[in-house]
């Protein structure tokens, strides 16, 4: 028997839970004997996670749902073992999300970088159910109000459960956000609507997906905001940036011509 390290409560989250680090956070919510994980992460460490919760007194057959935040390999790879072992479980995620597991899509999830010599195995998972912006789902008397934040990709989920918001790739503790990647499907003005939304919500706590849960800060977010701001018109971000200002300046400069004495 392993005691229960509730971050709050009726919530556990494993990493937490471990004292070490897994990987991704994994949110274990339960209430009046059901429960449910957000997000499971790569497959090593599922038996290991499973087999926490089994010595948490869980019951495995009252797994209720296995929620996959967005399709990223470090974030689902683990979910093909994890419904082996929670039969009961039902697989939910975004209708995108669904679509690049059932495909094995390596290059979204990011199974494959192959520029970077990065190749893991995907895999192929099936999601059950979709859920979407609007959507609820029940763990005992619990509701978690499903919120579609897309940006890092636009299959990114969030969920709200009263004061707190399990707050996926959105905005970690060092104002850091999820990757923004043209081939992720990134949106940086979509980001930047998803932000605003959590900065204007009501919710106290932000649990990400990486790194330590924190306070909401709205100081915090609005600097991030400024940031994927600039980022909007910054060569640095690519096809992900909305413009160029350089390149209107340069065309005033064209029709006047170059002249190192002015340059
Ligand atoms: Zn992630």
């Known amino acids: 028997m392993l005691a229960r390290r509730e971050v709050f409560p009726h919530v556990i989250e494993m990493n937490y839970q471990a004292r070490q680090r897994l990987g991704c956070s994994v949110y274990l919510i339960h209430d009046a004997g059901e429960w449910l994980l957000i997000d499971i992460g790569f497959q090593e460490t599922v038996d290991e996670i499973i087999d926490m919760i089994r010595q948490m007194d869980f019951s ?74 609007g959507d609820s789902l029940k763990v005992g008397s619990l509701t978690l109000d499903v919120w579609n934040t897309p940006g890092h990709t636009s299959s990114q989920l969030a969920f709200r459960c009263g004061k707190l918001l399990f707050s996926g790739d959105n905005i970690f503790r060092d104002g850091c956000v999820g990757n923004i990647d043209a081939h992720h499907g990134s949106d940086i003005p979509a980001f930047i609507k998803s932000l605003e939304r959590i900065r204007d919500s009501d919710v106290t706590w932000l649990l990400p997906s990486h790194g330590p849960i924190f306070r909401k800060n709205n100081a915090h977010l609005q600097k991030t905001i400024d940031r994927l701001s600039e980022y909007q018109h910054m060569a640095d971000f690519g096809t992900c940036a909305v413009d160029w200002p350089l390149l209107d300046e340069w065309e005033d400069e064209l029709v006047r011509g170059f002249d190192p004495e002015k340059a």
């Open 60 to 133: 495995l057959a009252s797994c209720k749902y296995l929620i996959a935040t967005h399709a990223d390999v470090d974030h689902i790879q683990g979910l093909k073992r994890a419904k082996e072992l929670l039969p009961n479980a039902v697989t939910v995620g975004h209708p995108e999300c669904q679509q690049l597991l059932a495909t094995s899509d390596r290059i979204v999830t990011y199974a494959e970088i192959a520029a970077q010599g990065i190749s893991i195995d995907l895999p192929p998972i099936k999601i059950d159910k979709t859920i979407n912006e």
